[in-house]
């Protein structure tokens, strides 16, 4: 092993050995299910903003999207980060307090307990086929983080891409089953500003090498439609139109966010929603500027490659052009090795992450909402908390065994995850929150329709193309919105009791836990 691998190695050990031992250090402060799964909603406002962002911003941020744009160029990557920033920035003004004042109220901290609690559904329909579709699209989004792992260090390495990413669970699910979410949001927080420094230095250290902001710029005009944000550049065809409807199907990214349980999770957590306005404000400007720095690193990782600096990549192999930039660096010397190490950390950082949270949101549908609440086993507490720890390692695995193919394109994963929440839950918390209308029968029409759209949109009208070729989030949504609708309007209105906690809700009185 060289000098430059012993240097990246020793900065990686040290970042996991600092989560190791958070995850250890907050084992023994989970007194019960709601504090492993919630945290006794003790979270601070930058904790609550950065932790709720990190766990956002997966393996996609530092390699999907950098990956996209350096195959393709700024439109279809650019038109995505538009969507998730404007999503992003809605999702904290409109949906955060009130699900943090309505969950408190109900005694909820999980989204399935919160959406069966604000229905009064009382044979937890609601929340068993909640808890199905978490643990249907949050074990293969938990398989891109693994995926992402193993990418790492096999590239790097040259280590086998199974036991590097096996390795990378087994740390993932050490600390989160250990210290559950008061673990993984503290991480999450450290993460983000390891996530911060090493796409910052990537992006600078990677201009600069390629000649500077001029030499990169001259670069990508010399690949059609590559800056342009209604053309896609492909090394087959060059520029390929990207119309309105694609835009506005890419667009819809941003819908996902009202309904991501692991972000939610966030606003449920903070300690004071009066505090809420300073983690919108943090989260929004940071996701706003990591997301358009990620995009840049991938443009001037195309310059380095066609310069001859770093090798060319295709496929999914663009996913990885942090880390051929960061294995260029080590070159350098002692010092940037040791830099280039932490870059890479910041890899595992918006892996670890995600892949925490989801954990977390997985474990806590089949252990709580599916066992105990819809099937109603009696156990004891500590009984309860020993199932929920069993419960992520069950779901880490089932996540290795599908991350399994190493061709697997993360950001194809997440795209299809990310559909699959935000139109089976968005427009439920749309309008669990928001529409005093809205019934029991209708929220469950509502997030059947739109996680059946999903499959169906995906494998069986997409690949008609045409006007059909579009993300298939954005028709799926507007499906299960019609459907709750629907269904609502001609369904018994709902009870007094439900219609008069969702005023007080609203007006923002003083509420009482149930």
């Not at 945290?39 to 999207?65: C, F, H, I, N």
């Not at 590559?226 to 139109?241: D, I, K, N, R, V």
């Not at 609708?485 to 923002?508: M, Q, Y």
Request: proline letters at 3%; one cysteine or more; glycine letters at 10%.
């Amino acid at each position: 092993m060289t000098t430059a691998s012993i240097c990246i190695l020793i900065a990686i050990i040290a970042y996991l050995l600092i989560v190791l031992f958070i995850g250890f250090h907050f084992a023994d402060k989970n007194e019960s299910t709601s504090d492993f799964y919630l945290g006794g909603r003790k979270l601070g406002p930058l904790v609550t903003a950065m932790s709720a962002e990190a766990s956002d911003m997966s393996s996609y941020l530092l390699m999907g999207l950098p990956g996209l744009a350096y195959l393709s160029g700024i439109c279809d990557v650019g038109w995505t980060v538009i969507g998730l920033a404007a999503g992003t920035y809605l999702n904290w003004l409109f949906t955060a307090r009130r699900l943090r004042r309505y969950t408190h109220v109900t005694g909820s901290y999980t989204l399935p307990q919160f959406f069966s609690q604000r229905f009064r559904d009382k044979q937890n329909i609601l929340a068993a086929i909640a808890a199905l579709i978490i643990i249907v699209f949050f074990i293969p989004y938990t398989a891109s983080g693994f995926a992402a792992c193993g990418k790492l260090f096999s590239s790097l390495f040259g280590v086998d891409y199974m036991t590097a990413m096996i390795v990378s669970a087994v740390i993932i699910v050490a600390y989160t089953a250990a210290g559950g979410f008061l673990a993984a949001s503290t991480t999450d927080f450290i993460q983000s500003i390891i996530m911060t420094f090493a796409i910052l230095f990537v992006l600078i250290f990677s201009t600069v090498s390629a000649g500077g902001i001029s030499a990169v710029m001259e670069n990508a005009k010399a690949l059609p439609g590559y800056l342009s944000m209604s053309a896609t550049y492909t090394e087959a065809a060059g520029a390929t139109p990207y119309g309105p409807l694609t835009i506005l199907s890419t667009l819809a990214w941003g819908l996902g966010y009202f309904g991501m349980p692991h972000i939610l999770l966030r606003f449920m957590a903070i300690e004071d929603e009066n505090k809420l306005k300073l983690s919108r404000r943090v989260a929004s400007v940071w996701v706003v500027v990591a997301m358009a720095v990620a995009v840049l690193i991938g443009v001037a990782g195309r310059a380095l490659s066609d310069g001859g600096l770093i090798p060319q990549l295709t496929g999914a192999d663009s996913e990885t052009i942090i880390v051929r930039i960061a294995d260029f660096l080590s070159g350098f010397g002692i010092l940037p090795a040791l830099i280039a190490g932490l870059v890479l950390a910041g890899i595992l950082a918006s892996t670890m992450s995600t892949a925490d949270s989801q954990l977390l949101a997985a474990s806590s549908s089949v252990s709580q909402n599916l066992l105990l609440e819809t099937f109603r086993l009696k156990i004891s507490e500590k009984a309860s908390m020993r199932f929920a720890r069993l419960t992520v390692i069950v779901i880490a695995v089932l996540g290795v065994f599908i991350a399994r193919d190493p061709n697997s394109s993360i950001f194809g994963i997440v795209s299809f995850a990310w559909a699959g929440f935000g139109a089976s839950f968005g427009p439920v918390v749309i309008c669990a929150l928001f529409w005093k209308r809205t019934t029991l029968s209708g929220a469950v029409a509502g997030m059947v329709a739109g996680g059946v759209a999903v499959f169906a949109w995906k494998y069986l009208i997409k690949p008609m193309g045409g006007i059909f070729g579009i993300y298939e989030l954005l028709p799926a949504f507007l499906i299960g919105l019609a459907a709750i609708f629907i269904v609502s309007l001609l369904t018994p209105a709902p009870d007094r009791e439900i219609t008069e906690e969702f005023e007080l809700v609203r007006a923002g009185g003083a509420l009482e836990h149930r």
